[in-house]
């Protein structure tokens, strides 16, 4: 019995495996680019043939598909993910996890070989707001807070106008340096224990692909409480 489990022991672990040129992909997208396909070429450089069973992205705004899920060893094949940004702006990364029959390596957890693949989509920003998001409590007496707006390229860009979508909010804006660098000032609605929420829009005056930027930011006033006053 010995013998027999030394022999075993001395059987080399045979194990299929695909090997990607890249894992990763990143796509510069232009403004008025709302999605974009990215495509990941692998190849089955095991002795055992691989049946790729499943894709996973982390968000439904990716796609991963195949065109077939049984690859012979030396076999090629690609996965094609589509990303959808929409109006998002700034640098979107996600990731799309592929499961195949194969043995995982020794001593993993896992029950099946995973293989990650990340997927990133940048489109410019040419005017940065920071926070995008400013919160008031139920009994929060501040009567405003301010959203920093920056300019992130060589060319200047202007404030045109800012379109509130509830007119229970105002806003005011002052210009810090003419073309580069404004102050957004947000004043909510008085308190009266409702929830209050608002979207602005802040127009500019440069134009890509025939449409004016545009960037958004968000108020809230909360019927909650300051966790500091429970």
Known sequence: MKKIMLLLCLIPFVQAELKFQSSKYEEKMAPEDTKFTAIYYFENTGKETIRIEE???SCGCTV??????????????????????NEKK??????IRVYTDEDPA?????????????ISGIKPVYLKLSPVFQLWYADEETPKKTIK???????PIRIEEIIVQNDRWKIEVRT???GREYEIDIIAPPIDGKVSRSLFRVMT??????????V???GMRSKRKHPSNK
Do not use: H
């Open 106 to 118: 020794p001593g993993s957890t896992q029950k099946r070989k995973v293989y990650k693949l990340t």
């Open 90 to 95: 700034g640098t979107r990364t996600k990731y």
């Open 205 to 214: 005056d440069m134009e890509i692909g025939g449409e004016k930027i545009e």
């Open 149 to 155: 707006a920056s300019a992130t390229e060589e060319s």
């Open 176 to 178: 810090i340096e003419d």
């Open 55 to 57: 894709l996973k992205s």
């Open 216 to 218: 958004r930011f968000n």
């Open 64 to 85: 991963p598909t195949l065109d077939k899920k049984i690859y012979k060893p030396g076999e090629s094949g690609k996965i094609k993910a589509v990303m959808t940004m």
